[in-house]
């Protein structure tokens, strides 16, 4: 299943995070890490970059929050992130730098790599968004199955395991989700790849493609 390890999906020199990474093949691996990594990471933060605020919140001096986004630790906030109006974090987030989480948009148990946007109306929650992705306004991740059993990622038909009950999406770097779209649990977007709006996606979709709809996906030219 390499198609989905993480070597295939990100450029770990794009976020602050890489650490959480190491010895992992899958992303989803990390996804139970991410509360004790900001943990320890924050207490290394320099201190001439990054204000600790209370409640484990590390925000840093560069960063643009608004005075009405609600932020629950731990999380941290790199430099020259945007946290815009009504923004609600509930923790275990990590934003990279340059990144922008817009009007409503909730986040939990994520890591946003430098430069991603999730900008109007989204729901991330248990997901990983690579290099610059982008999800379009009102797409969402979901991240618990109907029937609350354990998440699988479908790659060309056959089932990995995650172990995890809460599992939302995995974006590769440069991905662009249109406007409405739904990411089923277990979704994994490779780089570079294009979803149409309003789409419902399950499983994983190859790199360099465009998502039409289910069983519709082409290569880009």
Known sequence: MQEIEIRNLFDLTKTIAADIFGGKTYPYEVLPLISDFIME??????????ERREGNIWIAKSASVSPTAYIH???IIDEEAEIRHCAFIRGSAIVGKHAVVGNSTELKNVILFDNVQ????????????????H????????????????VEVKVNGEP?????????????????????????????????????PLSSVRGYVPGGSIYKKQGEVAEKN
């Open 118 to 133: 999730v900008p109007h109306y989204n729901y991330v929650g248990d997901s990983i968004l690579g290099y610059k992705s």
């Open 41 to 50: 990471l924050g207490k290394n933060l320099p201190e001439e970059k990054f």
């Open 135 to 150: 999800m379009g306004a009102g797409s969402i991740t979901s991240n618990v199955k109907s029937d609350k059993t354990l």
């Open 160 to 196: 990995v395991k995650t172990g995890l009950k809460k599992m939302g999406a995995v974006l590769g770097d440069e991905v662009e989700v249109g406007c409405g779209s739904i990411l089923n649990p277990g979704s994994v977007i490779g780089p570079n790849t294009n979803i149409y």
């Open 73 to 75: 630790g731990p999380v």
